[in-house]
């Protein structure tokens, strides 16, 4: 399991929320578990490039966290499912907000990371 290495800078409410939602994953899986995608295969399917493992990593630290809960149910198979607590859903608007401004600058956006990933590609042709 991972061991953190070093103690978390909690100086100012940036540091808090990139704590909180540090992770490629974890602001999509608040949005789908939101939307009502609570399995985990269900999220694995909203989420395709995200291998399992990183999924329930991530997952366990949003419970850890405090933003999501986890049920398990007593069947065979076992059945788990997410589902956002009172303090994950005041991070919805939050998110709603992020998505809207990326949307209004999607063009700039693109052109940005695309220029990015270009450089870094000639970067590393040009070192091998």
Not at 63 to 70: A, I
Request: charged share 30%; with cysteine.
């Amino acid at each position: 399991m991972y061991e953190r290495k070093t103690t978390p800078n909690l100086n100012c409410g940036l540091d808090l929320i990139g704590e909180v939602l540090y992770g490629k994953w974890k602001i999509r899986l608040l949005w789908f578990i939101n939307e009502g995608h609570q399995r985990p295969s269900e999220l694995q399917r909203k989420i395709p490039d995200a291998s399992r493992r990183v999924l329930n990593i991530q997952l366990k630290e949003l419970v850890d966290h405090e933003l999501v809960t986890r049920k398990i149910y007593p069947v065979v198979p076992p059945k788990v499912e997410y589902s956002l607590t009172d303090f994950g859903k005041t991070l919805i608007p939050v998110i709603a907000a992020l998505g809207q401004w990326s949307d209004e600058h999607e063009e700039r956006l693109r052109e940005v990371i695309s220029r990015q990933v270009i450089s870094s590609d000639l970067d590393v042709s040009l070192i091998s």
